[in-house]
């Protein structure tokens, strides 16, 4: 038996060293020019693997990722603690019980989204040759698995486009992020219920009951008393006034490794269970913005990058692509995703001028994609070629989101934003100092501005603001509510010198408060209003200007200077 030795671990740190510096090197590149930086991370290890480094320089490739089993074990475990993680950190971004408020059209798209992209995919799956499918006797497993990859859409990538285009805290945002978070759960689901089967050795109507209620069973304690658990758990952790963010931390972590050794246990992969945890985690409403942030930029900074790029480390690329496959790979995902959510949207009462947008919030494949294939690439279900394929796929369809996004936003009819300012309606000095009393003091101004029951409209606004926080980064907020007895969107803007917690991600105290009333019918007049005010206010020296003004009117005054500018540049 061969045991670890100092040399292993030498090797291995230079290994970690390079793989993760040159990952979030070029992964911050890309990032900067509006690309993920999932791209990065699957090239450097592209081309430090055999596709590149091994088949030109393959002595070089041998001293820097030796050929032996202890040297690939450790990398492995790495790799392994990095897919855990990221599926507990992407269970974490999801707000399943803000979905589920909003079912009757999220849950309409998802279920859309599912259904639709599989349709699509199956019978042409069936039809790829067996050289490309892991085992040619369970050909329809395999084309169930490939339809089901299709139904995918990269919720993190999406996430990070909304926030680049600044809708992701409109209703808009928010009934995409909903029907991709809803759509995610059932993608879940179907994949692991399919790789269940796969793995079974002898499929029967006891077996497939038993792994059906199972991963059924599971989820829907896990969603139920499960969040209550956790949420009670986190609660009393605050209450202790233990260390924080770490206890938290270590809550979570432990939950995740709980869930994904009991799923294994009852026979449903392990990531799932750590998916799982992590939507229970990211239900906890004492669970802050800020805590939420530290984890995600730990998983992201260290172990994802490091998963990511070893993929690249463990397959040939160059031998293993086929144009005709990535090239059908892609196109079946993007036109299935893209004609779900469309078909979903028509079932729905949104305005027509939205459907151009969220469907195309589902067109790209992410990082989740590669981590289930991955799965059934090891599991033996899909081939090499197909993997790359998927990977090809994915990529593509990612880096096409952000043109595409741009593109449909450009299209929208454009609104005048001046106008939607009145001096009335600026508050120069906030008399609260919490954050719900002061939306109490900004819907008073706001229900007179438009001849409404403050109370009326503080239920609604309150409402909105419990489904998801609209504190943004900076000292910004942006409460808002869609009404159905105004004719014209109207703003009130609350200043707060000391600032005011919101539960915004980088833990600022709010100081510029946006109250933005909208009619239900104009999702455009939202949209507009909430990106210019973050253009406009992305700038320090215009929050600068705000903070140091006397009075309403000049308050007034630099927000015609400011939003002037700031739609020039929309």
């Known amino acids: 038996m061969t045991s670890l030795n100092e040399h292993n671990i030498i090797i291995f740190l230079i290994e970690i060293f390079i793989l993760l510096g040159l990952s979030k090197f070029f992964g911050e590149m890309l990032r900067r020019k509006g690309q993920p930086a999932i791209v990065a991370e699957i090239l450097v290890g592209v081309i430090l693997g055999p596709s590149i480094l091994g088949r030109y320089f393959p002595e070089l490739h041998g001293i820097l990722f030796p050929d032996n089993d202890i040297q690939k074990s450790m990398l492995e475990t790495v790799a392994w603690i990095g897919i855990l993680f990221f599926l507990l950190d992407t269970g974490l971004e999801l707000d399943f019980s803000s979905a589920w408020r909003q079912r009757s059209d999220a849950l309409i798209i998802a279920i859309t989204g599912l259904i639709v992209p599989m349709c699509i995919a199956f019978v042409p799956c069936l039809y790829i040759p067996d050289e490309y499918i892991g085992d040619p006797n369970k050909k329809i497993m395999f084309a169930l698995f490939v339809s089901a990859v299709m139904t995918v859409s990269a919720l993190p990538v999406t996430a990070r486009v909304m926030r680049n285009f600044n809708l992701y805290k409109t209703d808009l945002g928010f009934l995409i992020m909903s029907a991709l978070t809803v759509n995610d759960i059932l993608g879940w689901v179907a994949f692991t219920l399919i790789l269940g089967f796969f793995t079974t050795s002898h499929v029967n109507f006891g077996n497939a009951a038993v792994i059906i209620l199972a991963t059924t069973g599971f989820t829907v304690i896990c969603l139920s008393y499960g969040r209550l658990f956790t949420e009670k758990i986190i609660s009393n952790i605050q209450k202790a006034k233990l260390p924080e963010p770490s206890s938290s931390l270590t809550f979570i972590v432990l939950l995740g490794l709980a869930c994904g050794a009991l799923t294994s246990l009852i026979g449903i992969n392990a990531l799932f269970g750590f998916f799982i945890a992590g939507i229970m985690a990211g239900e906890a409403r004492s669970l802050s913005e800020k805590t939420r942030q530290v984890i995600s930029q730990m998983v992201f900074s260290i172990f994802v990058p490091l998963f990511f790029a070893t993929i690249g480390l463990n397959i040939d690329v160059l031998k293993n692509f086929n144009w005709m496959l990535a090239a059908f790979v892609f196109v079946i995902g993007v036109l299935g995703r893209f004609a779900g959510a469309w078909l979903g949207v028509l079932f729905t009462r949104q305005p027509r001028s939205n459907i151009l947008l969220i ?9 989740m994609q590669i981590v289930v294939s991955m799965i059934a690439f090891n599991a033996k ?33 454009q609104v005048s934003f001046l106008e939607f300012f009145s001096r009335e309606n600026i508050i120069p000095s906030l008399l609260m100092t919490d954050k719900d009393s002061a939306l109490v003091e900004l819907c008073a101004n706001g229900a007179a501005a438009i001849q409404m029951n403050e109370k009326d409209l503080y239920a609604i606004v309150k409402k909105r603001e419990d489904d998801m926080s609209t504190g943004l980064e900076e000292g910004i907020a942006i409460p808002h509510a869609r009404l159905t007895n105004i004719m014209k969107p109207t703003i009130v803007f609350g200043r707060s010198k000391d600032g005011i917690e919101w539960n915004s991600p980088d833990g600022k105290p709010a100081n510029h408060i946006f109250l933005i009333l909208t009619p239900l019918t104009n999702e455009d007049s939202q949209v507009q209003i909430l990106r210019n005010i973050v253009c406009g206010f992305r700038n320090e020296e215009n929050r600068k200007k705000v903070l140091g003004a006397d009075d309403n009117r000049e308050i007034l005054d630099i927000f015609k200077e400011i939003f002037k500018d700031a739609q020039l540049k929309n």
């Open 359 to 367: 469907s195309l919030s589902h067109v790209a494949g992410g990082e």
């Open 381 to 413: 279900l899909i081939s090499e070629t197909v993997f790359v394929s998927i990977i090809f796929g994915t990529i593509a369809s990612s880096i096409a989101l952000g043109p595409l996004i741009a593109w449909a936003l450009k299209i929208r009819k």
